[in-house]
């Protein structure tokens, strides 16, 4: 039996297919050992930054929550609203650390006078596989109004050791209200938590 000819145009469409094919191959190969090196990397720094009598010192991004310890802002129409705040802790155990938190947040509409509130966190943090932060923790806030927030939160994310020092965390946070004259609702949030290691 005889092949039938190509034209011309079909054999460099065959070509092309080929060399796409081929060219797809050889950069997921590459994307899988990039990705297993730096997974392998994190695992090998978080083993130890997260041990037992190691130091944390974290600052999150968040919404505008009242009652969060985070870096915020926000502006929409006449009203904004910004948050400055730090989180502490001590790992008590190799993957497990006591936090405690205390920021400041501030929203204003127009031209009136500015809402204020203190803000506080106290939980603990549970690195799971040494990579995989798990947090509970209760957060509030004493503001000018007659009920203040307080709120039962749990999280979890994904922790990206970027050297001895330094990770970032970017995470899902759930928020139960604990008074109900405050709120009755749920909160869930995405947060991207940087953390320093010592």
């Known amino acids: 039996m005889f092949k039938k000819k190509m034209k011309p145009y079909e054999t460099c469409r065959v070509y092309l297919l080929k060399l796409l094919t081929n060219l797809k191959f050889k950069i997921m190969k590459k994307l899988m050992i990039l990705v297993s090196a730096v997974a392998l990397s994190?695992?090998?720094f978080a083993q130890d930054q997260v041990s037992r009598g190691k130091i944390l010192i974290e600052a999150n991004?968040?919404?505008?929550?009242?009652?969060s310890t985070n870096f915020g802002f926000a502006k929409q129409d006449e009203i904004t609203a910004f948050s400055?705040?730090?989180?502490?802790?001590?790992?008590i155990m190799d993957n497990l650390a006591l936090k405690a938190g205390f920021g400041f947040s501030s929203s204003k509409i127009g031209d009136a006078d500015a809402f204020t509130a203190i803000t506080y966190r106290l939980g603990a943090k549970y690195y799971?596989?040494?990579k995989i932060p798990v947090t509970l923790d209760v957060t509030g806030a004493s503001t000018e109004a007659e009920e203040d927030p307080m709120w039962l939160g749990i999280g979890a994310g994904?922790?990206?050791f970027l050297g001895d020092n330094v990770s970032i965390e970017p995470g899902?946070?759930?928020?139960?209200?604990l008074n109900s004259d405050y709120s009755e609702d749920a909160v869930i949030q995405f947060n991207v938590g940087f953390a320093l290691h010592f």
């Open 84 to 91: 400055l705040g730090l989180d502490g802790g001590y790992c």
């Open 128 to 130: 799971a596989i040494s």
């Open 61 to 67: 991004t968040g919404n505008a929550m009242i009652g």
């Open 42 to 44: 994190t695992t090998m």
């Open 172 to 177: 899902l946070r759930y928020n139960m209200s």
């Open 158 to 160: 994904y922790a990206f």
